[in-house]
């Protein structure tokens, strides 16, 4: 059988990709103190970044370079209730969303996080948000 340099080079990709997803869910049992990127906050997202966790550190690359947030949809609130992409799409946890970046954002804002908005994230919307 023949090696395929393209089909190595997308299986490395995906290894780190898996690397990179598995250590986020490795940290969920764990509580440290996160970076959180908010929606809104504006500024420039670098292309490379690197963010410190109790395992080590964990980072992202962008092939397509910095990207601007200010009225960039992914990092800009689409609606009523200040949820965004970025909201569960949290660069420090490898573009995902850890239970200690959850446990984090309800230590540091209880209920009135955007995390924990009763529209489209929880089980009784109609319910006060306590």
Request: glycine share 10%; net charge neutral.
């Amino acid at each position: 059988m023949r090696h395929n340099p393209i089909s190595g080079a997308i299986m490395a990709s995906l290894a780190l990709s898996v690397l990179l997803g598995s250590h986020a869910l490795a940290q969920a049992a764990q509580t440290d103190q996160r970076e959180w990127t908010r929606p809104g906050q504006g500024g420039v997202f670098p292309a490379e970044a690197m963010f410190n966790n109790v395992d080590g550190k964990n980072g992202i690359f962008n092939v397509k370079g910095p990207v601007d947030m200010k009225g960039h949809p992914f990092f800009e609130a689409l609606g009523t209730n200040g949820r965004a992409c970025v909201t569960c799409h949290q660069p420090s946890d490898a573009m995902g969303l850890s239970l200690a970046s959850i446990r984090q954002q309800w230590q540091t804002n209880g209920s009135k996080d955007p995390l924990f908005a009763p529209v489209d994230g929880a089980n009784c919307p109609n319910l006060p948000r306590d």
